[in-house]
């Protein structure tokens, strides 16, 4: 049953059709590369599992409109990525970072491939979530949590220096891990700090 769905032309016309066995070989065979997209954006395992769960629904109730000359594959990736924007544009705690992030897609990107966005916020957000733990730490609690380096100091009890050293090696190891080609995008997020820094 499967393989008579391996076409997208075939794929497309039985989800238009209600076609349940279209449907059970979409979930399949998407289900698991979209929930590793999605959590490399939100990182929650739960939170990942709902938005690519949404999607699937919303595709099967959308069927009848889907269309046979586009690319399945990339509408998808666009819909989780756009379920990740609304989740976070709706939500009442929205952090600095995310939402500085949000808009610097729109002002940043030029890029008109559907999928560079996406590839883009997983690629930066996987980069600040491998730089080594202290350095992470303290860049989170500086550009995500909003605290003053002070602030940081006092809660960590380390000098105000050791927080500035490591503020400035995550700024270079950010540069070095996403290259230049994400600069404009580094400075809209992280403000004019990182003019100094990259």
Same mark, same amino acid.
């Given at each position: @049953? +499967? ?7 075939? =794929? ?21 590369? %979209?929930?590793?997209?999605?959590? !490399? %954006?939100? #990182?929650?395992?739960? @939170? ?5 769960? /949404? ?6 109730? +959308? #069927? ?14 666009? !819909? ?9 544009? +709706?939500? $009442? ?21 559907? %999928?560079?966005?996406?590839?883009? =916020? ?17 860049? %989170? @609690? ?10 940081? /100091?006092?809660?960590?009890?380390? /000098? ?14 950010? #540069?070095?891990?996403?290259? +230049? $080609?994400?600069?404009?995008? @580094? ?12």
């Amino acid at each position: @049953m +499967k393989g008579n769905f391996e076409s997208q032309s075939v =794929l497309i016309e039985g989800l238009k059709q209600g076609n349940e066995g279209a449907y059970e070989y979409l979930v399949e065979h998407y289900h698991n590369r %979209l929930c590793v997209y999605a959590h !490399s %954006l939100i #990182r929650d395992d739960l @939170m990942a599992e709902d938005i690519v769960q /949404s999607v699937f629904v919303q595709v099967w109730e +959308k #069927r009848h409109k889907l269309k046979h000359d586009f690319s399945l594959e990339n509408y998808l990736y666009k !819909s989780v990525h756009n379920k990740f924007i609304d989740q976070y544009r +709706k939500g $009442k705690a929205v952090m600095a970072l995310e939402k500085k992030y949000i808009e610097a897609l729109e002002l940043a990107v030029e890029e008109k491939d559907e %999928l560079q966005e996406q590839k883009i =916020l997983g690629i930066l957000f996987n980069a600040i979530y491998e730089l080594p733990p202290k350095c992470q730490q303290i860049f %989170l @609690m500086s550009k995500k949590e909003g605290l003053t380096n002070i602030e940081i /100091s006092e809660y960590l009890n380390v /000098s105000k220096k050791t927080v500035e050293g490591q503020i400035t090696k995550a700024f270079g190891i950010l #540069r070095e891990n996403l290259g +230049k $080609k994400y600069e404009v995008i @580094m400075m809209v997020v992280f403000g004019s700090e990182t003019e100094r820094l990259i």
